[in-house]
């Protein structure tokens, strides 16, 4: 059945400052440049640019950041009005490594978890297709309990739910807590994308990758979950089926892996809508990643992306 709305995503929206310096720690980088970031707003963007119908539900301040990011998610075709302006609380930004494998950061967090449940009339979930959030969004009361709530809604009118679960300690120190709500939004059988680290920071230890998916199966009761392996490509694993395993596009110069999993992601989602099969859905996440990782910040505005990726072989 087709929806009027292609994708509502749900979640951080922030000032991405990404260092100038190559493969240089937070504490020796002398130099930034900023960028509208936050990992559903790089989807959103993403799938905007693909000719997707979306739409972010976000919270930004009241300040020159949230004007910045309000006129940059306009230019690029993403549908703003579920992004709240709040007066008391400044926009948030997050300070990161430019490095070619997975960056350090440093995030001051404000706004962004100010998400409030009348954001979003339930109403619109009826002519959704997809409802996507991430880990880093669920860390942070009131957006969590919003989320979960809006999860639930998804769920009842049939809206496929979607997850980024990009846990960082740092960002959620308590485990308990963030497997706890991650188990009440996976009770709505989301797509789930994860990747080893963030696995590993997840369980504080290195699992395999039987194991990995035998818990999101078993335990978290989710039929599809994807994990990404950086450069080694992605393995896919449905309840009771054999696991698809592809390798990463090669890519040879890696200038910024910011957001490369957000690209990638935003591939697969794109392909989901189109209702691609998943091996397909898959060569296209690989080919918008290997597009990202090719550039600094957001996906290039230089290049016909949907042409790029409907041509791969």
Same mark, same amino acid.
């Given at each position: 059945?087709?929806?009027?709305? !292609? ?30 970031? /936050? @990992? $559903? ?44 302006? !709040?007066?008391?609380?400044?926009? @948030? ?45 669920? @860390?942070?009361? $009131? ?25 960082? $300690? ?59 392996? /950086? ?29 490369? /999993? ?24 690989? @080919? ?11 996906? $290039? ?13």
């Amino acid at each position: 059945m087709t929806r009027k709305t !292609d994708i509502i995503c749900a979640g951080e929206i922030l000032i991405d400052f990404i260092g100038h310096q190559n493969e240089a720690a937070i504490s020796n980088t002398r130099d930034y440049h900023r960028y509208l970031g /936050g @990992s $559903p707003t790089n989807v959103s963007m993403n799938l905007a640019r693909l000719g997707m119908n979306v739409k972010l539900a976000a919270t930004v301040g009241d300040d020159g950041f949230g004007n910045y990011m309000l006129e940059k998610l306009k230019d690029n075709g993403v549908q703003t009005d579920l992004i709240r302006v !709040d007066n008391d609380t400044p926009t @948030s930004v997050i300070f990161v490594s430019k490095t070619t494998s997975t960056p350090d950061f440093v995030a001051y967090r404000h706004a962004d978890t100010q998400i409030l449940g009348n954001q979003i009339p339930e109403i619109l979930f009826s002519e959704t297709s997809i409802f996507h959030t991430t880990a880093f969004a669920l @860390s942070r009361d $009131p957006a969590q309990q919003t989320i979960l709530m809006l999860a639930n809604k998804a769920f009842k009118h049939d809206c496929t739910l979607s997850i980024d679960l990009n846990y960082s $300690p740092r960002i959620w120190k308590n485990r308990k807590q963030a497997l706890a709500v991650f188990k009440e939004y996976c009770s709505y059988d989301p797509l789930v994308k994860i990747s080893e680290d963030d696995m590993e920071r997840l369980f504080g230890e290195k699992k395999s990758h039987k194991d990995i998916f035998d818990f999101f199966h078993n335990e978290m009761n989710v039929s599809s979950v994807c994990l990404t392996l /950086g450069s080694e490509g992605v393995k896919f694993s449905r309840k009771h089926k054999e696991i698809i395993a592809l390798p990463a596009a090669r890519v040879d110069n890696v200038l910024d892996a910011t957001g490369a /999993g957000d690209a990638f992601w935003s591939g697969f989602l794109f392909a989901h809508i189109k209702g691609y099969s998943v091996e397909k859905s898959l060569k296209i996440a690989l @080919s918008l990643a290997a597009i990202k990782l090719q550039h600094v910040g957001r996906l $290039p505005q230089h290049i016909d992306i949907l042409t790029k990726l409907l041509d791969f072989k």
